[in-house]
T-cell receptor
Framework: EDQVTQSPEALRLQEGESSSLNCSYT??????LFWYRQDPGKGPEFLFT???AGEEKEKERLKATLTKKESFLHITAPKPEDSATYLC??????????????FGQGTTLQVKP | NAGVTQTPKFQVLKTGQSMTLQCAQD?????MYWYRQDPGMGLRLIYY???????DKGEVPNGYNVSRLNKREFSLRLESAAPSQTSVYFC???????????FGPGTRLLVL
């Protein structure tokens, strides 16, 4: 069964304190791994797509990496405005590419000034 | 370019009432999706439509129906609302082969 597990559930950091969020996955043929950011009361906002092990993508203070079993979202010198829930999702491969995403439960990040 | 829009933003229903959640996208995407988000459960797929005229069940379809009215619009109907359907509902759209899905702002539904 395809599954995504994120850890930790919650993370509190001081401004400038770098850390990483983890996304472990089990999927029958990975087509893509996605990171989204979700602010309270809003819809998920797309951040990154990773397709193959070894791939890395960066955006401002965020860097996403991918291995065959997990992905990390590294946050370097975070600011209070980085506070949000970060969601990881995978899309399985196969002949019927319907685009369905399987989401983890998310990591809620709080960055204190 | 509004992206994905959803109406209403918030709704309160009594058990047994019906309602339709509306979703529209202006990005010319073929695929559209309905998810529900509950605390501790993450986002779960209810129904999806790979293209105009087709719909398929997702992970949690019971109690819901959908209509792909045209390429832009994808509605979700609750025929007889139950308290277990209290949730936040998100619509998303995407292009096949490009994988990335773009989400709307959500509809918060409370069933009493």
């Amino acid at each position: 069964e395809d599954q995504v597990t994120q850890s930790p559930e919650a993370l509190r950091l001081q401004e400038g304190e770098s850390s990483s969020l983890n996304c472990s996955y089990t999927v029958s043929g990975l087509r893509g791994l996605f990171w989204y950011r979700q602010d309270p009361g809003k819809g998920p906002e797309f951040l990154f797509t990773l397709y193959s092990a070894g791939e890395e993508k960066e955006k401002e203070r965020l860097k996403a990496t991918l291995t065959k079993k997990e992905s990390f979202l590294h946050i370097t010198a975070p600011k209070p405005e980085d506070s949000a829930t970060y969601l990881c999702a995978v899309q399985a491969g196969g002949s019927s590419n319907t685009g369905k995403l399987i989401f983890g439960q998310g990591t809620t990040l709080q960055v204190k000034p | 370019n509004a992206g994905v829009t959803q109406t209403p933003k918030f709704q309160v229903l009594k058990t047994g009432q019906s309602m339709t959640l509306q979703c529209a996208q202006d990005m010319n995407h073929n695929s559209m999706y309905w998810y529900r988000q509950d605390p501790g459960m993450g986002l779960r797929l209810i129904y999806y439509s790979a293209s105009e005229g087709t719909t398929d069940k997702g992970e949690v379809p019971n109690g819901y129906n959908v209509s792909r009215l045209n390429k832009r619009e994808f509605s979700l109907r609750l025929e007889s609302a139950a308290p277990s359907q209290t949730s936040v509902y998100f619509c998303a759209s995407g292009l096949p082969g490009q994988e990335t899905q773009y989400f709307g702002p959500g509809t918060r539904l409370l069933v009493l």
